[in-house]
């Protein structure tokens, strides 16, 4: 009984299972089990397997295939099978794991030099199998990753094999190639960055000034690094692909997001298409080489909001959210890239200088053993050899043959250096030649010179050791991914309709799925509804399958947020018997799902008129009265155009105070003329109304922009917020017909500058004024009344010239070349600045964004009211009395 009890006691139980013999039994609880060995776990996960060491840059895995690599290196290709084969040595995880990270390594193109096919980064391609394709190391990998002699060697797993603790790595290689690993309980993800800047960056850090790299994707794009927080966790990046209008029916996207493919990429566009969200006909994907993914559009879809579309619905635009995090000194440590930067180039300055130093150790053992060399031959100091039978009695004669010349040695004689003397073959000694012996220990002098001075000026011979690096292998490596600012593109402003929308009014329901109802309008499935009701409610929803908004809906349409072109022209009667009352209001912004009155809030108040205007337009209305004794003019004429448009709380102004029968539209009004104010933002390359950029004019009707870009174009565009400009421009402003254009382009057949003035055709095409001829460029282009250029030669005796270009040339037509603009080399032409005053918006009593025109007093109007008893005593009850309708 007591040995069930002490079983049962788990509090007496051991907590390892300790080896047991006999009879004994050891027992170990599974807490215990799990919070060591899930520890041991995490740690080894997290160390060996998925974050890379600040070191080198390099995971465990890629480390011993690049260690393996260069065991095996003679020049040559090897098999990728033989290379996995010969990492497993090192490697205890299967051929599976080694060879898709050095596919992965291979794909970076840059410390592995492939052949064959080793898959496809924009298609997402996978590679031939590992038998089929081939790798060496890469001449710059050779260059920067290996150096026994400065290497910490470990143990293989196995003990068997020797591999290295950490490359020593003589360059910033994580931030290079980027790196991205799941371990237990922690992440990390390094963006890649340019290979150029990097070494720039080095060199700054080197000086002792800040960087402030970004990141660059080998997939190209273009990328908004605004909240990059230098890669720390909470960072966001968002990377576009590079769409371009091929035609009004086409787009094109020739560069990809980082992180996707145009296999992803074409089904996120599927996707979005299936959903409603953009509208096209099909996708073909002509990607070899370089991306080419044609988008074929619908009839009457407008490119510009189909590429904003785009970027709004598909993976077209993407977020990357990195997390940068390393290994140092066997922790994981949360650090930015500025700082990775300074540990890397700090780390390559100490490798470099241990180099230094290792080299002069060996130059130094070299003179010396060459100045024993040299005085062991001269002195003959071998002949006397046969007179010593052993080591002991003749490395004695040695020492005191050399004594005489201690003072011409770097440092003291040992047995070391008496063993390799006595090894010299003998002819080698026959053939010595005591001239050229001297020359060698000159050169091997001047060589210590060299690496003494490059350790007294250590920071200089690493700024010139990556100058160097620079000049070898930067050629190609250029920023591929553009740095910009994105604006925020409103998903409703560019979503297709993709639902209809009804309504039933006496019930008061509307959405998309009342398809026996009346059909008020098309939306889209993100649209916000906006309904009045014969109560004077108003409502706001999201758009569903079915909302109630309120019995007797009188008018409902799709809600457009700080729309004030809209106004609402309504009659209501205050209350059951109370006054009729008309106000003119927009709606700009409201509560979702919250209810609005825009009566006085008296019980039964009821609307009885009630009209929606996109343009503001006015309207003049008839008024019916009811019947009443005594009151002869029974209707009469309301103007809404005589009163001022306030906000929609307002109660509104008196139209009458008898009972209204009913009112009827007599005419339409013409609507407010709108005007808008538009800037363009040279950050986000868009136009906008909110006064960001420079400003370029008040549009309205079929006003146009004209834009004129680096590579001889000009084009008309739209001042629609959602259209897009080319890259590449270089003046955008206001059309005026009227105002000539002034050009100053270099042909590239005839390697000479031409001036040409022309006017403007209208026209919705790009059209090309300058030379067809490959390597032509637009220099200067102006729409100034007078242009004056300064021209720069590439001759220093030759004065700048100044040219006033009305007087150079007349106004000819578009196609004409123009006039040579000099017979010298020009250096550079520069536009000088005018005389004119700048665009500027002109002050104006409301804010730019407000749409309604100031409050005009209204003329006074008559109404008609019952006589009242002292007038009919008077004899002037036929006449009504006049009031005035108080706008």
Known sequence: ??????????????????????????????????????????????????????????????????????????????????????????????????????????????????????????????????????????????????????????????????????????????????????????????????????????????????????????????????????????????????????????????????????????????????????????????????????????????????????????????????????????????????EMLKISTHQTLELLKRELEIELEELKEQWHFSSLEKIFIKEEMYIDFKKYSDKENLFKYLYESFKPHKRKLNRAINDEDLERLTKIPMIRITRFDSIKADDVMKDLEKRIDEVKHHLANLTEFAVEYFTNLKKKYGAGRERKTEIRSFENIEVRHVVVANQKLYVNREEGFIGYGLKKDEFVCECSDIDDIIAFTREGKMKVVKVADKAFMGKDIIYVNVFKKNDERTIYNMIYRDGKKGAAMMKRF????????????LTRETPESQVLYFTANPNGESEIVTVHLKPLPGLRKLEFDVNFADLAIKARGTMGNVVTKYPVKKIVQKSKGAGIAHTERIWFDDTVHRINNTEYGTYLGEFTGDDKILGVTQSGHYKLYSYDLSTHFDEDIILIEKFDPAKPLSAIYYDGKDKLYYVKRFVVEPTDKKVLFISEAEGSVLEVATTQAIPVVDITFSKKEIKNKKINLTEFIEIKGLKAKGNKLTDHKVKEVNLLESKEKPLAPPPVEVPAKAVAPPPVKASPKKVPELPSKADKKKGKGGKPKQTSLDI
């Open 586 to 597: 927009p709606v700009t912004g409201v509560t979702r799902d919250k209810e609005y009155d």
């Open 1 to 338: 009984m007591a040995k069930n009890k002490d079983s049962d006691n788990s509090e007496n139980l051991p907590e390892n299972n300790n080896s047991g013999t006999g009879n004994d039994h050891n027992v170990t609880l599974v807490s215990g089990m799990y919070q060591n060995w899930f520890l041991d776990y995490a740690s080894y996960v997290i160390l060996e397997r998925a974050v890379p060491a600040i070191e080198d840059g390099l995971k465990p895995v890629q480390r011993r295939i690049m260690h393996s690599m260069w065991e095996m290196e003679d020049g040559r290709y090897n098999k990728v099978a033989n290379v996995i084969g010969n990492t497993m040595k090192y490697h205890p995880h299967g051929d599976a794991s080694i060879g898709d990270a050095m596919v992965q390594l291979g794909q970076k193109d840059l410390l592995i030099d492939t052949q064959g096919n080793w898959g496809n980064i924009l298609t997402g391609d996978f590679a031939a199998a590992p038998r089929y394709i081939e790798a060496r190391l890469s001449k710059f990998a050779l260059e920067v990753a290996f150096n026994p002699k400065t290497t910490t060697w470990l143990a293989s797993y196995d003990g068997r094999n020797k591999e290295p603790e950490t490359l020593p790595m003589k360059f910033p290689l994580l931030l290079a190639q980027g790196v991205e690993g799941i371990a237990v309980g922690l992440a990390c993800k390094i963006l890649p960055h340019n290979f150029n800047e990097l070494i720039d960056a080095s060199i700054k850090v080197l000086r002792g000034r800040k960087t402030d790299i970004m990141p660059d994707f080998p997939t190209g794009g273009s990328a908004d690094f605004s909240n990059y927080s230098e890669g720390l966790r909470g960072a966001r990046v968002r990377v576009r692909a590079k769409i371009s209008q091929l035609n009004k029916k086409t787009l094109i996207v020739s560069e990809i997001p980082f992180g996707t493919t145009t296999q992803s990429l074409i089904d996120s566009i599927l996707a979005a298409n299936d959903k409603g969200k953009i509208k096209i006909k099909r996708v073909e994907d002509n990607t070899s080489e370089n991306v080419e993914v044609l988008i074929h559009l619908a009839p009457d879809v407008s490119p510009d909001k189909t590429i904003d579309a785009l970027y709004a619905f598909t993976d077209c635009e993407i977020s990357i959210s990195p997390n940068a995090c390393i290994i140092e000194n066997d922790k994981p440590r949360f650090v930015g890239v500025n």
